[in-house]
């Protein structure tokens, strides 16, 4: 997605960001962003507060979580067809 409009900076150096930006990078009233400049250029992007860090830590350990048992599925799918890996000399 390209948008590029031109906004006028008020008195108070405020600026409305695009609606369509605004809903496509999921911000509300209230969100929080964090304003740098980078390169010469202003950039803002939506600030990690930790409700998002929160939430992120938890999708993160539910995919950890399906995979773990995913592949103990797997491993005992493995093992009932291949049996016991065999001993070996660590010699």
Request: proline share 2%.
């Amino acid at each position: 997605m390209t948008v590029s409009e031109t906004r006028r900076v008020g008195e108070r150096g405020q600026v409305t960001l695009p609606k369509e930006l605004r809903e496509a990078f999921g911000l509300e009233g209230g969100d929080e962003v964090r304003i740098r400049e980078e390169e010469g250029k202003i950039v803002i992007d939506k600030a990690v507060t930790r409700e998002r860090l929160a939430e992120g830590y938890r999708q993160r350990a539910e995919r950890d979580h399906a995979l773990a048992e995913e592949l103990a599925g797997i491993s005992q799918e493995a093992n009932s067809s291949l049996g016991d890996a065999p001993e070996t000399d660590s010699e």
